[in-house]
C-alpha cells in the first residue's frame, strides 16, 4: 500500500512539472538575465540586473526574488519593460546578494499587479559573486595599465583589486546596443573606484556618465585620463566637460616629462623621441582652476598642471592631461604607477597590510557597528554560569534525588523491594513530571529575567549636506527585538528634519555582517532561521512586507536618502589663510540645535561645542586648533609625551564608530583600528579635508523615520530619533594654483583600498 501511494504521488508530482514546464519553459529560455559589471559582481553591495525578453509578447513587470543572508528569498519591487541596452524589451532591477550562490528567481507581471497574473520562471544560477571583501576596479575604455597598477596594490595576503574593463563603445549583440552600465548611482554601489579614458568619456551613453557623475556626488572616486581628448570632451559639453578642472583653451607640445615621472615614482624614465610629439591641453583660467594641482610643469603650477585632484560632492575626481590608452603612455611601466598614486593606493595598501589582527573581511568596522546597534536595553546574553547551574541541578534532580525517592526509598534493609502496598515504587509517575514541569519554569523564568517580554528597538545614522552641490545623503541603522513569533511590516522614510530637502529618494535593505562568519554574505551555509520565510518590498524600496522574526531574537535594517537641500544648512564666511588655518565664521541655519560641534580642515580640528540654530562660531577666536589625528584617534598625554589611545575593538558606541569610519583615513587607517572600514569606506571624507573643504561635524536628531508594522500583535516601539551625526561639508574659497600648491595639507588619505 505505501509503494502505491509514493507511486501516485510521483506521477502526479511528474504531471505537474511538465506542465510547469510547457507553459514557462519558452519564455524562461527566451528570457536574458545580465548581471553586474559585464558579470561581475560581489555580495553585500547593490548591484544591477537587466532581464531582456523576446520581442514578441513581452510581460508588463518584472521582480526578482534574491537570497538575504539568511537563505530566505526577498522579492525586489517591480520594474517596468522598457527597451534595453541590446534593443529588446527589458526590465533592470537593482538587488543585493545576501548569499554566494547568485539564485534569482524571475517573476513576470503580465497585467499589472494583479497576484493572479503572475508567474514564477524557473530558479536561475548566475554566475557566483565576488566575496564582499573584494575590491572592483572598473575601467571604462581600453586601458592596460589598469591590470598593471591592480599588482602593484597587492596587500600582504596576495589579493588585489579585481579590474573589470568595459568599453561603452563595443557592441554587445549585433544589434547596435552598448555595453550595459547602470544609469543611477546605485548601480555602481559594487565598485571602489572608477577609472575612465578620453575616449571611452566620449563613446559612453549620456545616461551612462550621469549615473557615475551621482556616483562621485555620493562618495566616489573617478579618476579620467584625457590629454588630447579633453578638447573634444569640453567641446561636446555634457556631464563629462564637467570632470575637467576648466575650460580648454588649446594643445601645446609637451617638451618634457620629469612631472610626470617624479609624480608617478616611475622607474624607468619615458622617450624622449616619444614625448617630443606629446601634446596636453591648456585651461582658459589656469590660475583659478578648481582643485589641486599635483603635478606640473613648468615654473608654477599654473602653467601647464598635469594632474588635478578636486571634490566634487562627497566623492573625488582626479585628472591626468595625458591619454593612458596611447602611446606611449600605454606601454610605459611608469603609467602602471602614475594610476596608482591618483589612487592613493601605496599607502592604502600599506595601511590595509597592517589589519593583521583580524582575516581580511572577517571582522571591519562595519561589523562593529553592526554588534553595536544590536545592543538592547533589557535584552542580554545568559551568563553561562546560570545556564550551566540550571543544567547541573536538572541532573542532580533526576539522579540521585528522583531516583531516592522512587527506588531507594522503596527497598527495605535486605535490598528487596518492599510491597506494593507501600506505595513509593508508584511516586516516580508523579516525581519525574513535577521535576521536568519545575525545570521548564526555571529555564523560563531566566530567559524572561534576561530576554525580556518587551519590544525593543535601536538606531544610529549618519547624514552629510555638501554646500556646494547641494547633495544630501543620510545612512541609517536600526534594529529590532521581538519577544514572539511576528511578521512585520518596515518601513523607512525622510524624518521631518529633512523638511528642507526636496524630494529625497531612498530606501531600505537588511544589515548583515561580512565574510564567511555566521550569518555574514559570504558563509558557505546559510545562517539559519527560526522564523523562516519569504518577504517582499511593498510598491517602493523604502518598505519592507511580511518579514518574519523569531521570538527572542533580533531583525537590523540599514536605509539610506539622498536628495538637494532646499536651503544651505549653513552658512560661511571661512577662508584660508596662507599657514593653512582657517579664518572667518559659520551660522548654522538648521531648525535645531547640534551639540559637540567640531570643525575640521586638512590637518586641523576645532572645537565648536554646541551650535544652536542661528549661532555662529568664528574660526579665529579663542583656542588655536589641535591635530584632528590626535583628536579622533583621542591621544593623551602621558609625563609630556604624546600617547595615542589604541582603538578599541569591542567598542559599542554607534555614533563614536560612525565618528571613526567617517574620518578613518585622517586617523590614521587601519594603522589605527587594526581594522578596514569595509561596507562604511564610503561614507570616509578624509579625501576631501586637504582639498579647499572643511567639515563641520555635530550630533542631532535623526534624519530617517523608522516605522515598524506587527501584523497580529502590538506594533513595536519607534527607534530613539536622537541618535544622528550631521557632517556639512562647507567649501572655501578657491586660492591661486601657486598657493594651493604650496599650502600645507594633511597626509594623502588612502584611494580604492580603505
Known sequence: MTAFVRAARFAALSRLLTALAATLGPTAAAAEVRVGFDGVYRTGSWTPLEVSFPESQPPAGVAAWVEDPDGQFVRSPVAPIVTGTNGRPAARLVVRFGRPAGRVVLEEVTAGSVVADRNLLPLTTLPPPLPSAEQIMLVLGDLPPADRAARLLSRDDGSRPRVVAVDPARSTDGAGGKASLGHSARDYDGAD???????????????????????????????????????????????????LPGAVAKLVPLRRANALETFARASRPLDKSAVSGLQVPIFRAAQALSGTVEAFEGRGPGDMPLVVRRAHGFGTIVW?????????????????????????????????????????????????????????????????EVIAGLGLLYVVSLYPLDWWLAAGRGKNAAGRLRSASTGWERIGWVSLPLLVAAASWCAWSVGQRWKGTQWRSSAAALVDFDL????????????????????????AGPAPVLATTAAPRGDVSWFAAAGRGIGGTDAPAAHPSLAAGDYRYDGSAERLAGLPIAASSS???????????????????????????????????????????????????????????????????????????????????????????????????????????????????ASYTAVESGRLARFDLSALLPLDRAVLVGRGP??????WRATSASDPPSPPADAALWRIVIPLPSTSVADAAHAPTAPPPPGIAP
Open 193 to 243: 573606484a572608477i577609472i575612465a579614458s578620453g575616449r571611452a568619456a566620449l563613446a559612453a551613453d549620456p545616461e551612462v556618465l550621469g549615473g557615475i557623475d551621482d556616483w562621485v556626488l555620493a562618495g566616489g572616486q573617478l579618476v579620467l585620463c584625457a590629454g588630447t581628448t579633453a578638447v573634444e570632451i569640453d567641446r561636446a559639453g555634457g556631464v563629462a566637460a564637467g570632470w
Open 320 to 384: 591626468a592631461g595625458v591619454d593612458l590608452d596611447r602611446p606611449p603612455f600605454r606601454d610605459w611601466s611608469g603609467s602602471d604607477s602614475l594610476l596608482v598614486e591618483m589612487l592613493r593606493g601605496r599607502r592604502a595598501a600599506r595601511d590595509a597590510g597592517r589589519a593583521g589582527e583580524m582575516e581580511r573581511g572577517s571582522f571591519d568596522l562595519a561589523a562593529q557597528l553592526r554588534q553595536a546597534i544590536d545592543q538592547f536595553p533589557g535584552v542580554a546574553s545568559i551568563p553561562f
Open 468 to 491: 556646494e552641490s547641494g547633495c544630501m545623503r543620510a545612512a541609517a541603522f536600526a534594529g529590532l527585538w521581538s519577544p514572539v513569533n511576528e511578521r512585520l511590516d518596515v518601513a
Open 555 to 669: 531583525r537590523l535594517f540599514e536605509a539610506e536618502l539622498d536628495g538637494r537641500g532646499a536651503s544651505p544648512a549653513v552658512e560661511s564666511t571661512l577662508e584660508r589663510e596662507g599657514q593653512g588655518t582657517l579664518t572667518g565664521a559659520v551660522t548654522n541655519r538648521l531648525p535645531f540645535a547640534l551639540h559637540d560641534c567640531v570643525l575640521a580642515h586638512a590637518g586641523w580640528l576645532y572645537e565648536v561645542g554646541r551650535l544652536g540654530p542661528g549661532e555662529s562660531f568664528a574660526a579665529g577666536a579663542g583656542r588655536g586648533p589641535r591635530s584632528l589625528a590626535g583628536a579622533i584617534t583621542r591621544r593623551t598625554v602621558n609625563k609630556d609625551r604624546d600617547v595615542a589611545v589604541r582603538w578599541d575593538l569591542t567598542e559599542r558606541d554607534a555614533l563614536r564608530i560612525l565618528e571613526v569610519a567617517g574620518f578613518h583615513a585622517a586617523a590614521g587607517g
Open 702 to 707: 535623526s534624519p530617517v523615520a523608522w516605522t
